[in-house]
């Protein structure tokens, strides 16, 4: 029976499937590049990304030399920073420690930094055709249905059952087919919402489709609602010069630049004595300010953020106090050098400065 489903699943892909780049080749580079894109991103947000990313740095050499705030400004737009964190790193790992040989063994992929369990799978049997099976949310919504299965897919035991469920559906000999196959499938065919079916390969086979279960699978864990935080933004100009501030520690913000902020947990009113003593605390000690009333709503997978933001004018900077305090101030029309992120993006267009 697994082999069976195997062979309907390739016989459809070879004649359905999309066509795109990483698709035709073998470069593990290319492969890992593609994989990492479009982890959090749809296929048609993540394409131009690709080739301008390919473009830039086409081999692990370019990408491990290039200095990081390049490849975050690259990534601009894609979100989720840590990503492009990791890709620079291993891209330095793959050139210090194994002369930029990209490793070809599962187990070597998962010692490179932000390398997964899915990504090790997906470089090692796209692009070394290792009989390794991917398991990512679309094949785990597959899985799911076709097997009927009750553990939720965002739980440990149901990732650990889903992970052998798919070695016991591999096709051992054409792992790289196979595993394109059930992702494409679960992509355009089983998908989250309203699949398929009736046109589905794998309907005769499909538990949750013939007992008429379809919409009970995937069963998911409730999650914790997103914790609420408040951001506001002080857009600090002197003449033609503005503040800046890198973000660092340990959030999914961290490298990106930003202007200096205040932030509070929960829905909050901001005082203005609260970003007085900020100003203060930064050096800044001769300023007029005016509040900007819009306020908006920004949304990351484990946060909703409300923001707002302040427009102050400084005359009297102490800059070796700002710049203790990793405070910066640049020519307004080099903001465009530096890598932002998207609710950054937002305020600088409500703010109306212009950066192209
Ligand atoms: S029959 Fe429907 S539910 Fe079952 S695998 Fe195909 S698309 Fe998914």
New binding site residues.
């Given amino acids: 029976m697994p082999l069976l489903i195997s062979e309907k699943l390739v016989t459809w892909y070879l004649q359905a499937h999309r066509n795109l780049p990483w698709r035709k080749t073998k470069d593990p580079y290319k492969i890992w590049i593609s994989e990492v894109i479009l982890q959090q991103t749809r296929v048609e947000q993540g394409l131009p990304y690709y080739h301008s990313f390919i473009k830039k740095y086409p081999n692990v050499k370019s990408l491990a030399t290039a200095p990081l705030q390049k490849v975050l400004k690259q990534w601009q737009g894609l979100g989720y920073y840590s990503r492009a964190r990791n890709l620079h790193q291993a891209a330095k790992q793959i050139v210090e420690e194994n002369k930029g040989k990209f490793p070809t063994e599962f187990d070597d992929l998962l010692k490179l930094k932000g390398i997964g369990q899915y990504t090790a799978a997906a470089i090692a049997s796209f692009a070394f055709d290792k009989p390794q099976a991917v398991v990512d949310g679309n094949v785990m919504r597959?899985l799911s249905?076709?097997f009927a299965v009750s553990l939720p897919v965002n739980s440990t035991a149901g990732i650990n059952f889903f992970r052998k469920k798919a070695d016991a559906v591999l096709d051992m000999t054409k792992p790289s087919l196979h595993n394109q196959a059930m992702m494409e499938?679960g992509a355009l065919?089983?998908k989250p919402v309203n699949?398929?079916?009736v046109e589905?390969v794998?309907?005769k086979d499909?538990k949750?489709?013939q007992t008429g279960k379809?919409s009970r699978f995937p069963v998911k864990e409730k999650k914790s609602p997103p914790e609420v935080i408040s951001l506001h933004f002080l857009i600090i100009t002197k003449s033609d010069e503005l503040m800046i501030y890198q973000r660092n520690g340990k959030g999914i913000w961290k490298g990106l630049f930003e202007f200096p902020s205040l932030e509070k947990k929960g829905k909050v009113k901001w005082k203005a004595a609260e970003a007085r003593s900020k100003l203060l605390e930064i050096g800044i000690s001769k300023f007029s300010i005016k509040t900007n009333h819009d306020e908006i709503n920004h949304l990351l997978s484990h946060r909703t953020i409300w923001a707002s933001f302040s427009f102050v004018n400084a005359s009297q900077v102490n800059l070796k106090k700002a710049e203790s305090a990793g405070y910066k101030l640049i020519r307004k029309k080099d903001l465009k050098k530096y890598p932002i992120h998207r609710l950054m993006e937002k305020i600088v267009s409500l703010a109306g400065i212009e950066i192209n």
């Fill in positions: 597959v249905r076709l499938l065919i089983c699949p398929l079916c589905c794998l309907n499909c949750a489709f379809v």
